[in-house]
């Protein structure tokens, strides 16, 4: 069986903004990620998860959106979740299902930020703990 986490993992990099979420979730379904029988509860679930306010500013604004973009340095591929810019500001957002380990996905985000840094961003960082509905800014 497909790991939920997964599968929300998929309807976010797909996901720009709100209006294209039954979009997302039935393109994930035609990829058979998503039985029929979930397609409404995980459609609820991000629905719900788009009205957190923080989670609602980075998904409602004006931002340039690049989802799961690959990163290059050194030869090393990098692929933030979501990156979001405006102006010189860069908000990179990594998504995460289960149990919370800030120190091990800090690290994971401040690879992301040294390059938006060295391209010329200020960078903010932030840890989306889907099933807790928490936020943090590392």
Request: glycine content about 6%; overall charge negative.
């Amino acid at each position: 069986a497909i790991r939920r986490g997964t599968k929300i993992h998929r309807i976010f990099e797909l996901l720009e903004a709100p209006g294209f979420l039954k979009a997302a979730v039935n393109r994930v379904h035609s990829e058979g990620l998503l039985q029929d029988s979930e397609v409404q509860s995980i459609h609820d679930e991000i629905e719900d998860i788009l009205q957190i306010p923080q989670i609602r500013d980075w998904f409602h604004g004006d931002w340039e959106v690049l989802n799961e973009r690959e990163l290059y340095k050194a030869n090393t591929l990098h692929r933030p979740d979501r990156v979001m810019l405006k102006q010189q500001l860069a908000l990179v957002v990594d998504y995460k299902t289960g149990q919370r380990n800030d120190t091990k996905y800090k690290k994971q985000l401040d690879e992301y930020g040294k390059l938006l840094v060295e391209m010329g961003y200020k960078v903010e960082q932030f840890i989306f703990y889907i099933d807790q509905r928490e936020v943090i800014q590392v």
